[in-house]
């Protein structure tokens, strides 16, 4: 039994990312407990179907985020296909 939760975001809310949610619910021991989406309204509206209570428009490290134990980043792809740089 794991008695410690490890704590996880997901970072780019598209199209993969209820698959990756209903993943990590799926897993003993792990907690989603943010989202983040470059856009706010897809953030919130994934926080809202997750059961999410933060939702962020960008990925910035916060005290509040700087407590997670692992992000799930889905953005990077996208981005890159845009030719945005990304950082990691």
Partial sequence: ?????LRSAIIG????GPTHAGALRQIEGVELVAVADV???RAQER???F???NA???ALI???SSRRSVATILAIQE???????VRV
């Fill in 62 to 64: 916060t005290p509040e």
């Fill in 39 to 41: 856009l706010p309204e």
């Fill in 51 to 53: 059961n999410v209570v």
């Fill in 79 to 85: 981005s890159a296909r845009r030719g945005k740089v």
């Fill in 47 to 49: 926080a809202r179907k």
């Fill in 13 to 16: 809310c598209g199209s993969i």
């Fill in 1 to 5: 039994m794991i008695t410690t939760s």
């Fill in 56 to 58: 962020y428009s960008s």
